[in-house]
């Protein structure tokens, strides 16, 4: 009887199996459309990550090909606006294969969830990825309560 | 009982490979001109090490890791860790000890020159 068990647990392990490398296989389909991880303009803007760090936030955003000149960042209270253009970087005197990258300005602008301190904001550029550390203004940081 | 030990000795035995970070193929630009092949490639976050440049048997290999570092609670995030990857087909004519490589701003340029054999030719004509 035992053995028998072992039979049938060996069968589900194997279609186990079968069904993980089923579901691997469309995965690997899709990775062939991966234009979606591309930075295009024409889908809006970059893609970033809002990071609440205790006394600061960390904004991220990929932004490749893109120099510091080409970048602009406005912040007012807990409003953040950042805007970009990507110039083309065709080459002079060559033939165009296959063109994917897109260039051309955007605009993206946030709300974040509470003021920050405008005087004490840094940004660095750094492999394509620009992040910003937006310190938050005295009334938003966290404080810590001491217990009479 | 022995039986309960015995599965969980098989699925040890037997482990499942999976892939933690999702790969995707990066978008390219790809210009030639008479002297060589120029690819461009979006890969924002890949550090110069974290870069695999690899030409074997005709098929050209690009292969980079975004690692994203978390700093704090995540309010938002769009984009994470991820595997930019793709494979493309390189002609005979490309002279492959040439190829080089420049990564800047996250954009990594390729260059491919062409082996001298391949290359146009203007032929003279001579005056008989």
Redesign the interface.
């Given at each position: 009887m035992w053995t028998r068990v072992s039979d049938f647990d060996r069968m589900f392990t194997a279609m186990d199996q079968l069904r993980s490398r089923m579901n691997r296989l469309f995965w690997d389909f899709d990775r062939s459309y991966g234009n979606d991880y591309g930075w295009v303009v024409a889908e809006g803007a970059p893609r970033t990550n809002l990071y609440d760090v205790g006394n600061h936030f960390e904004i991220r955003a990929e932004v490749p090909g893109m120099t510091r000149e080409d970048l602009n960042i406005r912040i007012q209270g807990n409003y953040l606006e950042i805007s970009g253009t990507r110039k083309a970087d065709a080459p002079e005197g060559y033939q165009a294969h296959r063109v994917e990258r897109g260039a051309g300005s955007f605009t993206r602008s946030f709300t974040l969830p509470a003021e920050v301190d405008t005087e004490k904001a840094e940004a660095s550029l750094k492999d394509g990825i620009l992040t910003l550390s937006l310190p938050k203004s005295e009334a938003a940081k966290p404080k810590q309560i001491t217990i009479n | 009982m022995?039986?309960k030990a015995?599965?969980v000795k098989?699925?040890e035995t037997?482990p499942?490979r999976?892939r933690r970070i999702p790969?995707?193929?990066?978008?390219?630009?790809?210009?030639?001109?008479t002297d060589e092949?120029?690819l461009?490639a979006?890969?924002?976050?890949?550090?110069k090490d974290a870069i695999s440049i690899n030409v074997d048997n005709g098929k050209l290999t690009i292969s980079g890791v975004r690692t994203?570092t978390?700093?704090?609670?995540?309010?938002?995030?769009?984009?994470?860790d991820?595997e930019?990857t793709r494979v493309f087909s390189v002609p005979q004519a490309i002279d492959v000890d040439k190829v080089n490589a420049e990564?800047r701003?996250?954009?990594l340029k390729l260059h491919l020159p062409k082996s001298e054999a391949a290359k146009p030719r203007q032929i003279e004509i001579k005056a008989a």
């Open positions: - | 022995s039986d015995e599965l098989r699925e037997t499942e999976s790969a995707v193929a990066p978008v390219v630009d790809i210009y030639e001109n092949i120029l461009y979006d890969m924002p976050g890949v550090a994203v978390a700093t704090g609670a995540a309010n938002w995030a769009e984009f994470g991820v930019y990564l701003d996250g954009v």
